[in-house]
């Protein structure tokens, strides 16, 4: 799966990198490392989780910054944003059609695919309120390790692999 996270990733930067050119943007080390950081991950992080991890190999970046240039590469489409603009928007690396799942317990997302999602048709009523740039379809639950964090919640005692009918 490493591999294929890498060229995943290979391909985003690739794409960037000929974006950038055709409109002119210059890719400054910062804006390339701000990019790759995103490209790079699934986890759809916020402007700041970004920051944070940025300024582990680039100790001069500023938040402001992170910001500016996420936001500079979603005019340019680039990049995707879940969610409502507001603070705490997240980003998306992936352009590729997908949907996304959420844990509704730790905000986890996951990208997914899905022929029968893609398929699905724009009601009308939704056209009688503006245009449509984009659909996804969001699913929400409890992602794996919430659901096993909260089956050790009901169970405090029991050990991993323990058989619960079974007694001293
Ligand atoms: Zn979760
Ligand atoms: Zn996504």
Redesign the pocket.
Known sequence: MRTSEQSRSERRLEHLKRTAKAVGVKLTPQRLEIFQQLAGTEEHPDAETIFRAVQQRMPTVSLDTVYRTLWMLHDFGLVKTLGPHRSGVRFDANLERHHHYV?V??G?VRDFESEDFNGLRVPDAVRRLGSVVDAQVEVRG??E??QREQERAKKPHAKPGSNERSTP
Do not use: D, I, Y
């Open positions: 844990c317990r730790c986890l409890l992602c390790s919430c």
